[in-house]
C-alpha cells in the first residue's frame, strides 16, 4: 500500500500491530465507558457515529454499551486491528485504509477522533479537518493531547511521531460555524477511570 506520509506506513505496520496488544483490557473498556459518559453529556442519544483511526473499537463497543442500536463506522489502517475491529462492527461498517484515502457522502451525529491527530502529520491535518467536518451532521469529538503553540515529542524512542498542538482551536478557526459546545480533561492519575492525560474537546454545528 502506498502511503502520503511516514507516520501513515508506521502505524499500517509492525509498531501499530503492537499497539494492538496494549489497549485490549477490560480496564481500558471501563475508562473509556467512563469517559464517554462525561464527553456525551450535552450529545444525548446519537443514532450514529463515525471514528476516524478506531483501532481494534475499544471506544466503538463502549459506544454500544451506552447506545444501544446506535449505528456505528470505524476507519483503521493497520489491517489486523481492522480484522478485529470488523468482529465489533461488522465488515461492512469498517473502511480498512488511510484516513487520506477516505471518501464518503454520508453524514453521521458524531465524527470521533481520540488519540489520532497526534500521530498524524502537520502538514496533513488540514485534510482531516475537513474530513470530519464534511461527516459530520452535528458534533465532532476531538480527544488528543493539547499544547497552547504546536511541538514535537519523542514517542516510545521516535521522533516525529507525536505532535501536540490545539486541534480543536484551529478547526474552530477553521469553520465560523462551529462552536464549542464542552470540553475536559482525562487525567492518568484517576483513582477509578484512569486514562491518558488527554483533553477533550465537543464541537456543534450551528
Known amino acids: 500500500m502506498d502511503f502520503k506520509t511516514e507516520q501513515e506506513a508506521f502505524w499500517a505496520g509492525e509498531f501499530g ?15 473509556s465507558l467512563n469517559f464517554f459518559s462525561k464527553a456525551f453529556h450535552h450529545v444525548g442519544r446519537p ?3 463515525i471514528e476516524f483511526g478506531a483501532n481494534v473499537g475499544v471506544n466503538l463497543k463502549a ?3 451506552l447506545y444501544p442500536g446506535i449505528d456505528l463506522f470505524g476507519i483503521e489502517i493497520n489491517k489486523d486491528a ?3 475491529l470488523a468482529n465489533v462492527i461488522g465488515n461492512d461498517n469498517v473502511y480498512s485504509g488511510s484516513i487520506f484515502d477516505f471518501e464518503t457522502s454520508r453524514q453521521y451525529d458524531v465524527a470521533l477522533i481520540r ?11 488540514p485534510h482531516v479537518y475537513e474530513k470530519l467536518y464534511r461527516t459530520s451532521k452535528k458534533y465532532i469529538l476531538i480527544g488528543e493531547y493539547y499544547n497552547p503553540t504546536p511541538v514535537a515529542v519523542s514517542y516510545r524512542g521516535h521522533t516525529d511521531r507525536l505532535f501536540k498542538r490545539d486541534f480543536a482551536g484551529e478547526m474552530l478557526d477553521k469553520h465560523d460555524d462551529l462552536k464549542l459546545a464542552d470540553y475536559g480533561f ?3 492519575r484517576d483513582k477509578a477511570f484512569p486514562q491518558d492525560d488527554i ?8
Open 186 to 188: 482525562c487525567y492518568k
Open 115 to 125: 488519540g489520532v491527530l497526534i500521530h498524524t502529520n502537520p502538514d496533513m491535518l
Open 199 to 206: 483533553n477533550w474537546f465537543l464541537l456543534e454545528k450551528q
Open 63 to 65: 459506544l454500544k454499551l
Open 47 to 49: 443514532e450514529s457515529l
Open 82 to 84: 481492522a480484522s478485529e
Open 17 to 31: 500491530t503492537d499497539y494492538i496488544k496494549r489497549n485490549k483490557s477490560d480496564e481500558y473498556l471501563a475508562s
